[in-house]
């Protein structure tokens, strides 16, 4: 399973998902959006062009939306496709991720070594991913190779079959399986597939990353074919380029090689798609979610909050909110238990999106137990750590930030955003997710940085109010410890 916390920047400023364990530095990963299927444009690809000569846009007469961008600076050039999944299918976490492991396997034009050599020919990198939004197909080569990856993108998007005569399924099903079976190698994970489970009730965003060994058993060729089908079509589809390439050549590029592909297919065809549900909203309390895990080294204590998607007008004010609780080094988590209490191995915030709401969580790994300074006793750490997470989290509430730490704040989040832009295949990514969720991402991020400038203190305060309500907590600790609730244990400094 992938780990969250690497990935944090981009969450941050994006979506998330679910977003692999954190040692360090936070590093972008794209995130799933929905994208409402699009206004019908000219079919001329140099119509209706935005001002900017860099850029090109088109919808296609078959629904395909195309964004092109040219960087001259730097010498390749990514493709990246966005497939919008369904209800259906994020409810079949193991069908999806067997879906894209498979997809570039072979098409009905080109058998599975052959396609396998087509892809090596083209000196870069190609692959697919799925997240429960979105089914995401990624390239990246030199310039020179452009025009045969879009040829054979549009070969495997039209024609994929799933390698009917060979082994690629069966072979990639077993790393799936190998994959579910070290899924919970991460404490980290475990807390937050703990926390998922109940702040996304009734969503398919409640459900483990990559399914489970029985439904990923019993998935067929046929089931791959029939997601395959009902998703990749036209219209549910976005394509992005990105890199040394004229953009309006892009265009027409992908124009031509993807003009033909029609708009429906199969039983199918004319249907709308049901995107991912929205999680209920939690109307009462909830008792912590309590896990033992024998013979383990250090204890873990997760806050879950619901949140919204990041087309939510208190997305920026939130992302301020979750950089001052827990994402910086001067966050309010990170000064109380580490600065003050020298606890915790790994302590943060992360705000995750999803194209149809969200999460909020803090978090705390620290040692099992701790000495406390005032009894000189030994004493279990997991109430302790609950008890900080919970002030802090209601601090915000309460105590709104100063203007300066919030202008720290509204800076930190801008220089992650450049961070996570370094590279040309993130840019390529952002600038799809962006489509995807906002239609004009160039001008959504202007709005955006515009918009994060003018959080105010007030504002932390009041989406604090509002999100910071009804956490689900999850305590996970050794066999032979206390992980009950001890949060009027005292301190190990007598700090707050």
Same mark, same amino acid.
């Given at each position: 399973m992938i780990d969250l916390r690497p990935f944090a920047l981009a969450v941050l400023l994006l979506v998330a998902p679910p977003p692999a364990r954190a040692q360090g530095a936070r590093s972008p990963v794209p995130a799933a959006l929905l994208l409402e299927t699009p206004a019908a444009q000219?079919?001329?690809?140099?119509?209706?062009?935005?001002?900017?000569? /860099?850029? !090109?846009?088109?919808?296609?007469?078959?629904?395909?939306?195309?964004?092109?961008?040219?960087?001259?600076?730097? +010498?390749?050039?990514?493709?990246?496709?966005?497939?919008?999944?369904?209800?259906?299918l994020a409810r079949q976490p193991a069908l999806g991720s067997l879906l894209a492991r498979t997809l570039t396997s072979s098409t009905t034009n080109v058998v599975a070594d052959s396609l396998a050599t087509q892809i090596g020919d083209l000196g870069g990198n190609l692959a697919a991913s799925w997240q429960a939004d979105t089914l995401q197909i990624s390239a990246l080569v030199v310039r020179d190779r452009f025009r045969d990856t879009s040829f054979l993108l549009a070969d495997i998007l039209r024609n994929a079959d799933f390698d009917p005569q060979g082994a690629s399924v069966e072979n990639a099903r077993q790393l799936l399986l190998s994959d579910i079976d070290n899924s919970d190698n991460s404490l980290f994970q475990t807390a937050y597939a703990l926390a998922r489970k109940t702040v996304y009730t009734g969503s398919p965003y409640a459900l483990p990353a990559l399914g489970t060994e029985d439904a990923a058993t019993r998935i067929t060729r046929a089931d791959l074919l029939r997601a395959y089908t009902r998703l990749c079509v036209p219209a549910n589809m976005t394509v992005v380029v990105d890199g040394d390439v004229d953009p309006q050549y892009a265009l027409q590029k992908i124009s031509d090689d993807f003009r033909d592909f029609p708009a429906g297919?199969?039983?199918?065809?004319?249907?709308?798609?049901?995107?991912?549900? &929205?999680?209920?909203?939690?109307?009462?309390?909830?008792?912590?979610?309590?896990?033992?895990?024998?013979?383990?080294?250090?204890?873990?204590?997760?806050?879950?909050?619901?949140?919204?998607?990041?087309?939510? +007008?208190?997305?920026?004010?939130?992302?301020?909110?979750?950089?001052?609780?827990?994402?910086?080094?001067?966050?309010?988590?990170?000064?109380?238990?580490?600065?003050?209490?020298?606890?915790?191995?790994?302590?943060?915030?992360?705000?995750?999106?999803?194209?149809?709401?969200?999460?909020?969580?803090?978090?705390?790994? !620290?040692? +099992?137990?701790?000495?406390?300074?005032?009894?000189?006793?030994? /004493? +279990?750490?997991?109430?302790?750590?609950?008890?900080?997470?919970?002030?802090?989290? &209601?601090?915000?509430?309460?105590?709104?930030?100063?203007? /300066?730490?919030?202008?720290?704040?509204?800076?930190?989040?801008?220089? &992650?955003?450049?961070?996570?832009?370094?590279?040309?295949?993130?840019?390529?990514?952002?600038?799809?997710?962006?489509?995807?969720?906002?239609?004009? &991402?160039?001008?959504?991020?202007?709005?955006?940085?515009?918009?994060?400038?003018?959080?105010?203190?007030?504002?932390?305060?009041?989406?604090?109010?509002?999100?910071?309500v009804r956490p689900a907590i999850v305590v996970i600790g050794p066999g032979g410890t206390d992980t009950g609730d001890t949060s009027s244990a005292s301190s190990p400094t007598g700090g707050q």
């Open positions: 000219p079919a001329d690809p140099a119509a209706a062009q935005p001002a900017d000569p /860099a850029v !090109a846009t088109a919808t296609l007469p078959n629904g395909l939306h195309v964004v092109c961008r040219r960087e001259p600076t730097v +010498p390749l050039v990514a493709i990246d496709i966005f497939v919008r999944t369904d209800d259906a297919r199969g039983a199918s065809a004319g249907r709308s798609l049901t995107p991912p549900a &929205a999680p209920a909203p939690l109307t009462s309390s909830l008792a912590p979610v309590r896990k033992t895990i024998p013979n383990l080294a250090e204890a873990c204590v997760m806050v879950g909050y619901q949140a919204p998607s990041a087309s939510s +007008p208190d997305y920026p004010a939130l992302l301020v909110a979750n950089a001052l609780l827990g994402t910086m080094k001067t966050s309010r988590l990170f000064t109380s238990l580490r600065e003050k209490l020298g606890l915790g191995y790994e302590v943060g915030s992360l705000l995750n999106t999803r194209a149809s709401g969200g999460d909020l969580v803090a978090f705390a790994l !620290a040692a +099992p137990t701790y000495t406390d300074k005032k009894t000189q006793k030994t /004493a +279990p750490t997991v109430g302790l750590l609950q008890a900080q997470i919970l002030r802090q989290s &209601a601090g915000l509430k309460t105590t709104p930030p100063t203007p /300066a730490e919030t202008l720290r704040a509204v800076h930190y989040l801008l220089g &992650a955003d450049k961070i996570r832009r370094e590279r040309l295949e993130d840019r390529a990514a952002i600038l799809g997710q962006e489509t995807l969720l906002h239609g004009d &991402a160039l001008a959504w991020e202007t709005r955006f940085a515009r918009q994060l400038k003018a959080v105010t203190p007030a504002d932390v305060q009041r989406v604090a109010a509002r999100y910071f």
